[in-house]
């Protein structure tokens, strides 16, 4: 009952960095970071401009 709401405070500042692009984008470019994907993307896909945001935040919650 009491593990969701901490869940997600905990996860907020994750939640919110992965936000601050425009989907899928930011989710990729975790994937990647975390060896899940290869760095592949088609148009319109672009690379994320929040690459070194991303990957602290991953670093933080030792995804990486």
């Known amino acids: 009952h009491h593990i969701a709401p901490q869940l997600q405070q ?3 500042p994750l939640i919110k960095e992965l936000s ?3 989907n ?3 989710i990729k470019t975790a994937l990647y970071l975390m060896d ?4 592949e ?3 319109p896909l672009c690379q994320s401009t929040r690459l070194d ?3 602290t ?8």
């Open 36 to 39: 899940k994907i290869q760095n």
């Open 24 to 26: 899928p984008i930011p």
């Open 10 to 12: 905990n996860l907020t």
């Open 53 to 55: 945001n991303i990957e």
């Open 20 to 22: 601050k692009d425009v």
């Open 41 to 43: 993307r088609r148009l």
């Open 57 to 64: 935040i991953l670093k933080q919650y030792n995804l990486i």
